[in-house]
């Protein structure tokens, strides 16, 4: 089980994640000072349904595993850029234009 201020500190930099946007999971890591995407991955599995989960997406571009149909209309609704879209189930996140960049004000409590 995630400790509970890591866990705390991972849910509520994914609830400022601006509409329209994504963060990867080390992006995430980073923003509250660790290098563990897998652990924000943990803690998105666990308690990552009440918060705006489809913002945060693998380095790979692609949507959270197996929840591409859910993660869809949402990213439509908020336009967030995508690419290769063939269906609901099959398209990437344009991370070029829709990752947050580093110099976003929420990096800036980085505490590394």
């Known amino acids: 089980m995630p400790d509970a201020d890591f866990t705390e500190a991972v849910l509520a930099v994914v609830e400022r994640i601006p509409s329209g946007s994504v963060m990867t999971y080390g992006d995430v890591g980073i923003a509250v000072g660790s290098e563990a995407p897998r652990a924000v991955g943990r803690v998105m599995a666990l308690f ?11 380095a790979s571009g692609l949507p959270p595993q197996g929840h591409a149909r859910l993660a869809y209309p949402h990213y439509q609704a908020e336009g ?3 690419r290769h879209v063939e269906s609901a189930d099959h398209y990437r996140i344009a991370l070029s234009s829709a990752r947050l960049p580093y110099t976003h004000e929420i990096y800036a409590d980085v505490m590394l």
Do not use: I, S
């Not at 990552?48 to 913002?55: C, D, K, Q």
């Open 48 to 58: 990552g349904h009440a918060t705006t989960w489809w913002r945060v997406v693998p």
């Open 80 to 82: 967030t850029p995508l």
